[in-house]
């Protein structure tokens, strides 16, 4: 069993794979630690599967290939990588080349100052300003914000795990960003250090602009998911619960002018009064077929609400 997985999500990166891999030997060799390295083929159409196979008969014993069959996207590459890893370290980085594997052993050091997640921040970001680096700056502002996890970076693919922080959660759409969000919530301590970032050499940008409008709908979801699914009736019934009382109470204001003999059918008041109770109503209800679907989810996968870190006991 190797200490260390290093996954690495691969789609149309040809060129770039053999210097990688030549710079993640440069990188490790020097640390006294067994590793894999698990490269994702995540539909390739170029000559990456070629590539990969090459490494993988130049060093059978630290490379795995895992080919998908079709193009699933960048976060479900880096899901099949987690599910095949055998260390209890995990890394995850870019094929392109923009994130610096000599940076992996900084991270190793602070994960071993005991953390459980370590974030690469590339705070000298190569990519192009407009497009991608100002939406995600406010993404990462917001990110923070929402969840109360301060990092710079969510974007960094660059980061260090420990098995343990990545265990209890399935990652959907672009989520791999929000590993440390869900860690956070499962009790990881999380730590942020400064990589290096490179332009990209070869091979195309998969990305641009759209990618931050899915980043902030997974954001509804993430906080959602994580603030209410086990108590869903506190988001909706409290939504609900507020609704009614400001539509009860503006009928009530239109029911009490009718003695100064003010008509209250004439009034926008009234529809906005009914409309409010309605929608308060439903919203409560909704609350609570949201509260049927929460056991549902926790107690079909035994998925407990809270999480352990240690229990001292004597058998
Ligand atoms: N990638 C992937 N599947 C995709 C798109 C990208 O596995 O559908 C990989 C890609 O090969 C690279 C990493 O994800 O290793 C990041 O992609 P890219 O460099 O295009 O993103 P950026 O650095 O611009 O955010
Ligand atoms: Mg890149």
Redesign the pocket.
């Known amino acids: 069993m190797p200490e260390l997985s290093l996954i690495?999500?691969?789609?149309?990166?040809e060129e770039n794979i053999p210097l990688l891999f030549d710079a993640i030997q440069k990188a490790l060799a020097p640390l006294n630690q067994t590793w894999e390295l698990i490269l994702?083929d995540?539909g390739s159409r170029d000559g990456s599967a070629a590539a990969l196979e090459k490494l993988y008969q130049q060093d059978p014993l630290h490379v795995r290939v895992i080919e998908l069959r079709r193009?699933f996207?960048?976060t479900a590459?880096i899901a099949a990588g987690i599910d095949h890893a055998r260390g209890n370290i995990i890394v995850l980085l870019?094929?392109?080349l923009?994130n610096d594997p000599a940076d992996i052993p900084n991270l190793l050091t602070k994960l071993n100052e005991g953390y459980d997640l370590v974030s690469g921040w590339r705070k000298n970001r190569k990519?192009n300003a407009l497009t991608?680096n100002l939406p995600s700056h406010a993404a990462n502002w917001l990110i923070s914000a929402v969840t109360g996890v301060r990092l710079h970076d969510y974007?960094c693919?660059l980061k260090a795990y420990r098995r343990d922080a990545l265990e209890g959660f399935k990652l959907y759409g672009e989520m791999h960003r929000f590993i440390p969000v869900f860690a956070h919530s499962v009790g990881a301590r999380i730590a942020e250090i400064e990589v290096n970032h490179h332009p990209?050499r070869f091979g195309k940008?998969?990305?641009g602009l759209e990618r931050t409008i899915k980043v902030l709908l997974d954001l509804f979801t993430v906080k959602f998911l994580l603030s209410y699914s086990s108590k869903p009736i506190y988001l909706f019934g409290g939504a609900g619960l507020a609704l009614m009382f400001l539509g009860l109470a503006d009928l009530l204001y239109l029911f009490i002018r009718r003695f100064w003999g003010i008509p209250a059918a004439t009034s926008p008041l009234l529809v906005v009064g009914v409309m409010f109770a309605i929608m308060g109503f439903q919203s409560i209800l909704m609350g609570l077929i949201a509260e049927l679907l929460a056991r549902t989810y926790h107690e079909s996968q035994q998925k407990p609400t809270y999480t352990i870190r240690t229990i001292l006991e004597s058998k």
Do not use: F, I, L, M
């Open positions: 690495v999500p691969v789609y149309n990166e994702v995540d193009n996207g960048q590459a870019d094929a392109d923009q990519d991608r974007g693919t990209r940008a998969k990305y």
